[in-house]
């Protein structure tokens, strides 16, 4: 046996694996989309021709993989009793709605929520993370799936493969975890764009699908929860009240503090956002207590500071921009206050510092229908009633800038975009440029909070500290009043450290959540989803998901095993071909072999366990002498 056999050393060894990717494509019609493998036939057996009466041993079909596409919404209605029944059984038909191929939407929506889309930028709550920080995860309240089987993506989808395809429309992954609509760019096509990336606070209310609690919280969602930012004697500021939630979406441990608004999933574009009821309280001390009014407080930190006085080298520091998307009222409750309290603006966001100064770096309102009365009439403080208007000012000088559009009164959203740049400021209106003017001279810092939805003011008195702490109980502090309370629903809020080119003012207009990006490619487990806003992309207008082409490519690993053969000199010097043996009976050989000038032919070689049981064979495309004089070695390779 030793002449047969010869052992592997380690080094003789080596597994190489390396990833193979083949590409599918198939078109999905009404929500279903096959895949037919080409030469490639399945054999079923129907019946053993044996025990058959017929003799019909086999069909042959060509084998099909399905790709299925859902759609999905949210419903926060429950199931009724009477729909469920007993022992699974439905007595009546369910109200519910239901996909093409029978699953409730609702299911399916919170199946996605809970797998992929709670704390999305945390590994440990959901699944299948991809890029991180360029990964960019938020759920409306509907969603499109197209679900491959795993028997297709294999592993998992290679990245940066998936290709949708619907009339003029193409989407792309970009290779972290994002699905792009390609024709929508800046600069550079297939470039994946999300200003949350770049923006010092960015909040869209995506999340938040359940009824509004009288207060709410929000945080950063890339902030850790054991940061100081979120605690204060104990307390958690990132805990959500009432169940109703939504995230801010900044780089940065921003607060949100929200009071007294309602989300609404009315309409087919906003999916999701928050109405502010413009009710102003009645008494001063309500006034003073801004957990009855409506509105957000954002709690002022060091990015929001904007330095925007001149430098000792004549320059202007600190450029930023502020983005709203808002529907205003016509009919503004605090538009109709009478005598010396009349209020002829509602303040959507600002950021005023009653308490130092008045110096404050943007301001943008609604002009209500007290704008064209009393003796300011006619006022560029004022302006025209039914329009927006923008305002910065440094604490003795406010420049205003007024717009020539007028909010309808069907209520629709409006892009409105402050943008400063260098010395100029500019008020854009759906991506159309109302107004510019120079930035009022000296500093328009200041350090208050961020208010949206009414003003902070200044009532000219102090009120002492509310506190079962014997140590406060003695001590004021400055009152902050709010007033001007807005009334309108707003969708999107965004503040940048930078100015906005006006290309990119023009690029919100045709994605309203300042990016390109319409879903998610989950690699792993074979899962697309449509998550973006804009109706071509949901389920609310027969979105592209449900009618399209598609390709891509999976991955599967394929493990190369390399066998070095090594033969010595004077091994393998004979054969056990029974041919040449002269007589079997005997076991003698053929002269020849036994002469000097014989040597045997290598054929085969076979790779045996440590039982002798034969693994695997590699066949020589040509028999190769073996030689007496030197070694030889030979390499079997093959896959697995």
Partial sequence: MSGIFKKFRKDDIQFTPFEAHKEYKFTITNYTGSYYEKHYEQYKIIDHWQTSSQHNPQDIRIVSLSVFAYDTVFDNSQFLASEIGSYLQVTIPSLHPTTTNGYFKRSMHDSLQGMYYTNPDDPCWTLDNNGYEKEIRALGKSAGIISIPQKMFGERIKKGSVSIISGSTILIDDKFGNLIDSSLFLDVPGETISYTSKSLFSMNFTDMYNEAGKKTSAHSINALASSSAYRNKGKEYYDLKNKTRFFERSPY????EGHNFKPRTSSAVEQTFIELDGIRPVTTRSRLDKEKSSMLVIKDRHQFDFRTARLKDNTIADDFSVYVRVSASRFQVTSSADGTNRQHHNYIISKHDPHNEGAFPFSIRYVNSEGSKGANSGSTSIG??????????????????????????????????LTKSGSHIYFYVDGTLQSSANMPSGSTYNKADLV????????????????????????????????????????????????????????????????????????NHGIITFTAPEENYTSINNSIFSECTMSFRNTHTIIEHEYNCHIKEKEYGFTMNPTLLDDKKLSTIRPFVTASDWGPYITSIGLYDDQARLLAVGKLSRPIQKSPYYDTSFVVAFDT
């Fill in 253 to 256: 441990p921003n607060r949100v």
């Fill in 384 to 417: 025209n009633a039914g329009t927006y208007q923008a305002a910065v000012g440094n604490g003795s000088q406010t420049v205003y800038l007024n717009s020539a559009y007028v909010v309808s009164q069907s209520a629709t959203f409006n892009n409105i975009v």
């Fill in 452 to 523: 949206i939805g009414a003003r902070p003011h200044d009532p000219g008195t102090k009120y002492r500290r509310q506190s079962t702490d014997a140590m406060y109980s003695r001590k004021y502090k400055d009152a902050t009043e709010y007033k001007n309370q807005f009334k309108g629903g707003i969708s999107q809020v965004q503040i940048f450290k930078d100015n906005l080119a006006v290309k990119e003012v023009n690029f919100v207009q045709s994605s309203p959540s300042f990016e390109n990006k319409v879903g998610n490619v989950f690699y």
